[in-house]
């Protein structure tokens, strides 16, 4: 799929990065391993999130998911072990697969528009995070 993120540009070495305009999926292991990345913003174009795609990222603090993602792929987020903090500003509630997100019990705070917040309540993926929402 030519709006397929495959990989993290290896030459990057900023703690920060924003997935560019245009980029709907982000590949599986796009991120894979990727030790320099702390925070990350995707792009309103974002749909989809690819299993595997952020895992063994060791030091993800905080990932910020614009644009409407429609689902989030198993163990998407698997073993980032400095996670602290996704922040889904979008309009709709993403499917989340088997191990999508860092286990509930490692206090991953997930911050989702007010509005919404009876919606994740209502989707049965959501209900292990609901004590971990936030809303703003």
Known sequence: HSNT?????????ASHYTTPDKVEIIGANAFTDTDRIQTITLSEDVRYIEAQAFERCPRLESVIINGN????????????IS???????SFIVPEIESGSLPEPSLGVEIYVPKHLYKNYTRVIDWQDFIPYIRTY
Do not use: Q, W
Not at 5 to 13: E, T, W
Not at 83 to 89: A, P, V
């Open 69 to 80: 993602v429609e689902k989030i792929g198993y163990h998407a987020f698997h073993d980032c």
């Open 5 to 13: 993120l495959m990989v993290y540009p290896p030459n990057k070495s």
């Open 83 to 89: 996670l602290k903090r996704i922040t889904i500003n």
